[in-house]
């Protein structure tokens, strides 16, 4: 098959799809001139991340197309059930990010309770003046052990979440749309492996008992001044799903009035260009969507993302 990855892939990917006996073109090719690309080189099955749309227009567009693949979980990019409808294969990798997502939301908070995020910015600016001051500034840092973590979504990202937070000493609850607890397995690095229970709260739980709420839902305006209202004083938010499933406006608002003590935003409702209020926030620890970028899980996307091209061939 005619494979073209607009977005990249890594190169585990690229010997996967070239063992499969498949044509792969690396070429990045702009939005506007994606139909014509297509069409041009016959193109069946064209593999994605979150820079490149395919809506129903392109769909229409493109006759030799069979297949969509997105490298990663989200497919809001894609019109999924307008692609089924048409008869062609829509797939994803949801598996192969959840450590890299669980990964950096844990780094998040960690420098979040220490300062970190704020650390780095001021000291190439002021450490070799006011060392003190900001010594002073930064020694009321918080310790992770023994506080609550609540997760909205318990999926695979959520669920590798737990992993780490137990390791740190926190306490898990969850809410997610079953309303079971869950037996999470944790595998040490010895090949041992420890079994522990998360009970499932409920979302209004989650706002009365936690510390700090993470999101991992594929979207909606989950999070505003109502759901914040109901929050611990100086809970931490921290939002690595999708931008705007916790509200800018009202994050912005509470961290201003303290209700909210900090935040971690690895999403953003206006990307590639977030709100300045955001970025210039000394309380948001900040990164720029790339909570699966790591090279193990971009290995991981590129092999699976040719398994599902096998199968489809």
Excluded: W
Aim: proline residues 3%.
């Amino acid at each position: 098959m005619k494979v073209l990855a607009n977005d990249g892939i890594s190169p585990s990917g690229v010997a996967a799809i070239a063992a499969g006996g498949h044509e792969l073109i690396t070429t990045k090719v702009a939005q506007e001139q994606l139909v014509n690309y297509i069409n041009e080189h016959n193109v069946e099955v064209v593999l994605v991340r979150s820079a490149t749309t395919v809506r129903k227009d392109l769909i229409d567009a493109c006759p030799s197309l069979k297949g969509i693949g997105r490298g990663g979980v989200g497919m809001d990019n894609i019109d999924v059930d307008y692609a089924r409808e048409k008869g062609l294969t829509v797939f994803n990798t949801p598996a192969a990010s959840s450590d890299s997502v669980a990964e950096l939301v844990m780094g998040h908070m960690r420098g979040l309770v220490r300062f970190l995020h704020d650390s780095n910015r001021e000291m190439p600016l002021d450490g070799d003046t006011k060392f003190g001051v900001l010594k002073k500034a930064y020694a009321k840092g918080l310790e992770l052990r023994g506080r609550t973590l609540g997760i909205v979504g318990f999926g695979r990202i959520g669920q590798a979440l737990a992993k780490l937070a137990v390791g740190a000493g926190m306490n898990v609850i969850f809410s997610d749309i079953h309303d079971k607890d869950m037996d999470v397995e944790l595998s040490l690095f010895d090949g041992q492996k420890v079994k522990f229970t998360c009970k499932n709260v409920g979302f209004k739980e989650i706002l009365k008992q936690s510390d700090f709420i993470s999101v991992h839902v594929p979207g909606g305006d989950l999070i505003g001044s109502d759901e914040i209202a109901k929050m611990k004083d100086g809970v931490f938010l921290l939002n690595a799903a999708r931008g705007g499933v916790i509200n800018e406006q009202a994050l912005l608002d509470a961290l201003e009035s303290n209700k909210v003590a900090g935040a971690a935003l690895d999403v953003f409702t206006k990307e590639p260009t977030p709100a300045i209020k955001l970025l210039m926030n000394g309380k948001i620890s900040l990164t720029p969507h790339i909570g699966a970028a790591t090279l193990e899980a971009q290995d991981r996307i590129g092999t699976e993302l040719a398994a599902h091209i096998n199968a489809l061939a």
